[in-house]
């Protein structure tokens, strides 16, 4: 039961900083995560299909309001963050966060005796053949990336970036059920099993993610698929890439941006990045 009153602090923590940043997109979709787990792990599989088993202390429904919240809302938002490629400032921060965050909940909920009422929780994947089900997932989004390269929708190192993300996200799962001793009670932790839920569990959907957060948040900017930050950029950039490209696109006006508040960097600071993005698509323009 610790370990439940700890997540949610960190849960907590982590909501408070993505209010206090304003980054209202992380937040949509972890509350659109949210649901999607509790539709998949309470509904169907719990209620309806029955291979996910509970025992414990507190009512069912309770008990999965949280536990679909913290992967959930966690992994969604942080992966909407990592999408959004800000800078590289911002992705080591927010990385070393969330990493911080969930083993300071294993670790802490090993050492704290704070409630050590113990909840089994558990799911048959040899149930509908989940676990053939997310490998073809997983590479239905594959197939689906170079889809997107071959119409020079994505780039290359866009694909890498998308599942280098998805494979970090569900590594900390993973990662602080085992520290915790979760995976070691249920008798169901190996290395082989962590590497292919590491590698299948978040990456079966990452793609469609995507393509999600192009076409519904982006729906009223041309094109559907904006460009994103390339690998030599991120050095350069000192604000934030979205903001300024946004400006650029949109022929923004900067004094009005700030006289209503919507810019918190420094002025000097946007303005280099905005030069910057400028020049670099005068040079590459020269080039074609």
Request: hydrophobic fraction near 50%; charged fraction near 20%; aromatic fraction near 18%.
């Amino acid at each position: 039961m610790d370990f439940i009153y700890l997540d949610l602090i960190f849960l907590t923590l982590w909501i408070s900083f993505l209010i206090y940043k304003r980054y209202w997109k992380p937040i949509v979709w972890g509350i659109l995560g949210w649901l999607v787990y509790l539709l998949t792990d309470f509904y169907i599989w719990y209620i309806v299909m029955g291979s996910r088993t509970y025992d414990g202390p507190i009512n069912s429904t309770l008990f999965f309001l949280w536990f679909c919240l913290s992967p959930g809302f966690a992994q969604f938002s942080y992966v909407a963050l990592m999408l959004e490629k800000r800078k590289w400032r911002d992705i080591w921060l927010w990385t070393l966060m969330f990493y911080v965050g969930w083993t300071f909940v294993s670790v802490g909920s090993q050492l704290i005796p704070w409630d050590d009422r113990v909840i089994e929780v558990a799911r048959n994947m040899n149930e509908a053949r989940q676990r053939l089900t997310f490998g073809l997932m997983t590479l239905g989004n594959l197939i689906i990336a170079f889809i997107l390269y071959y119409f020079k929708k994505i780039r290359l190192q866009d694909i890498l970036y998308l599942f280098i993300v998805g494979t970090l996200v569900e590594f900390c799962l993973e990662f602080t059920l085992t520290v915790s001793g979760i995976r070691l009670e249920q008798e169901s932790w190996s290395f082989q099993l962590m590497a292919i839920n590491t590698l299948i569990e978040f990456n079966m959907g990452i793609v469609l993610m995507y393509i999600i957060l192009a076409f519904v948040f982006n729906i009223r900017n041309k094109p559907i698929f904006k460009e994103t930050l390339g690998w030599r950029d991120f050095r350069k950039i000192r604000t934030d890439f979205n903001l300024a490209s946004e400006i650029i696109r949109n022929n923004k006006d900067l004094d009005k941006l700030y006289e209503a508040g919507k810019i918190r960097y420094l002025r000097e600071s946007i303005e280099a990045d905005i030069n910057y993005l400028k020049n670099r698509d005068l040079e590459k323009s020269s080039t074609n």
